[in-house]
């Protein structure tokens, strides 16, 4: 496979790994349902904004339903990145998701993007998510990803320590690559995202500050994924999706995503959640 040219390249992390049954990619749906702490963090006015906060409710009230209507008709299954907050808000419908079959990650409890949240809180916050999501739906969670992106020089040994399997957090690779500590091999798979395959880079508008204006049809975010898939399949790598209820749950975006499934099935795409992936690159490495 084409991966092979980066196998003496300095600083390669890429693992070989084996696809089950063969097949020539791995994917991830990844949900964030960030619901209205999509517009709470954008800073000053938006907490109070009835509007924008409506938009953020759109994603549970609207979109969830579409979504896992559509990931029952091909019998997929996602990871849902929740955070606390949006749980505590809409605790039927994040029961609903796990009653499906879904993965429920963590996403903080406010989405809080803060780069000097200490340890001690961080910690703090995951029991406080932890607990809420054992209540409402007996899962414990295992993937985790940060709001915002925002991860500390901790945040490694504390996923570790906690029995995380699943980081999507890092940028710099196409493939999944084992965390280390102290240099050593640790049983926690980076599984990367990008902005890429975020759709928050495509059909994000507001006119509220801070202003966004990436409104893209759901024919252009179709053939941007479609090409990326192909020339990512070939190499047999994986793609790790950052899809917003809000947004990919319109009507017309719902349609796309099920086009680009079928069509990523038809060439070979193991579509699953992030724990699935991280415990089958585990495997492939002893780790398990």
Known sequence: MSSKLYENWPGNRDLSIRWPGGKRIAVMLGFDLDAETMWTTRGDGNADHITNLSRGAYGPVQGVPRLLAMLDDFGLKATFFVPGVVA????????????????????????????TTTRAQEQ????????????LTGQQMVSHRAPGGVIHDYTVDLLV?????????????????????????????????????????YDFYTDSAPERYELKSPAQML?????????????????????????IGRASRVQMLRTLIGYMISRGAWIDTNAAVARHVLEQQGLA
């Not at 053939?223 to 947004?247: C, S, T, Y």
Request: charged share 30%.
């Open 124 to 135: 703090a916050t995951m029991e406080q998510c932890e607990a809420l999501i054992r209540d």
């Open 161 to 201: 320590e906690r029995g995380y399997i699943a980081s999507s957090n890092w940028r710099d690779s196409d493939g999944p690559f084992l965390h280390s500590v102290n240099g050593r091999p640790v049983p926690l798979v980076e599984v990367p995202k990008d902005s890429i395959f975020d759709d928050t880079a």
């Open 88 to 115: 505590d808000q809409y605790p039927q419908v994040v029961k609903e998701i796990a009653a499906r079959g879904h993965e429920i990650g963590f996403h903080g409890y406010y989405h809080e993007e803060f780069s």
């Open 223 to 247: 053939e941007i994924w479609k090409e990326e898939f192909d020339f990512l399949a070939d190499e047999g790598r994986m793609i790790n999706f950052v899809l917003h209820p809000q947004f």
